[in-house]
């Protein structure tokens, strides 16, 4: 066994106490994130892997099959942090304060021979410099991944379909609308057409800041596509400054109905499927009750 890593192993204990103090007095780590007993198991479980791979003296190259393990436990931690919403410091600094716990032990065993000392410290940062950057650039990975969920449930939620009634769907549109959007749109938007057997579906643009001629297009397919599907399609929310933009562009949408207000859309939808909405005053109301 290499020098160093025997005088690791040796003093394993030790380096687990010291490394677990550093981290649960660290006031950057978040504590509430995790529970002190699966810190414990986190660190160790890591730790005895490390030790086991450094046993023949590697401190260089953690791409060798010796470190595979070391790589396969980092990587499940730190995208386990992503998750659990640390920090790319508070991940780092996980790895880090390892290395200092570690320099540590060897200044204690070789503080009287500076020499050795300075050759073993270097090591130890060398090799875990290298698995810091191993859990950054995994974390990082681990936040795309949450970052692209968070959108996709997020589209979920701008884009609902609402049954407003026999026949009549209606999808309020909040945000901008891009190619990626609107492919959620219709895909949402056709399913329900066929779920329900719906033959209206109004598009209600209210919440769309603006509309451009990018955005006119995505709702020309949208509308297209409903069409396809055998619906009738109607465009409500056409604000002023939305007609003027539309004019001013050359957009063509006098094949679409479209109507400044969700209540204009939902009118001429009851008109089409030949329904009628009374208001009954509250003295009749009574009566037939």
């Known amino acids: 066994m290499n020098n160093t890593a025997q005088v690791l192993q040796e003093n394993k204990q030790q380096i687990l106490g010291n490394w677990m103090k550093m981290q649960l007095d660290d006031t950057i780590q978040h504590n509430d994130l995790i529970s002190r007993e699966e810190l414990q198991r986190q660190s160790e ?36 942090r992503a998750r659990q919403g640390f920090s790319p410091r508070e991940t780092n600094r996980y790895v880090l304060s390892l290395k200092q716990t570690l320099c540590d032990v060897l200044e204690q065993e070789h503080g009287a021979v500076p020499e050795v000392l300075y050759k073993e410290v270097l090591q130890i940062n060398r090799l875990l410099d290298n698995l810091s950057i191993v859990a950054f650039e995994t974390y990082i990975k681990g936040r795309e991944e949450v970052i692209l969920r968070q959108s996709d449930e997020i589209n979920e939620i701008s884009t609902p379909v609402i049954r407003v009634w026999n026949g009549i769907l209606a999808l309020p549109i909040i945000g901008t609308l891009d190619s990626s959007r609107t492919q959620t749109v219709m895909e949402n938007l056709l399913q329900e057409i066929v779920d329900t057997g719906s033959s209206i579906a109004i598009l209600d643009i209210s919440g769309v800041p603006t509309v451009d001629s990018m955005v006119a ?35 063509d949408l006098s094949n679409i109905v479209t109507k400044a207000t969700l209540a204009s859309a939902l009118q001429v939808a009851f008109a089409r499927l030949n329904l009628q909405v009374r208001c009954v005053d509250k003295m009749a109301a009574s009566i037939l009750k």
């Open 45 to 80: 479980e890591l730790l005895d892997a490390l030790l086991q791979a450094t046993k023949k003296g590697n401190f260089d190259n953690i791409s060798t099959d010796e470190y595979a393990q070391v790589n396969d436990i980092l990587n499940d931690i730190s995208i386990m």
């Open 217 to 251: 297009q995505h709702l020309i397919k949208t509308v297209s596509a409903t069409r396809l599907m055998g619906a009738e399609c109607i465009i409500s929310g056409i604000r002023p400054e939305i007609a003027q933009t539309i004019v001013h562009l050359g957009i």
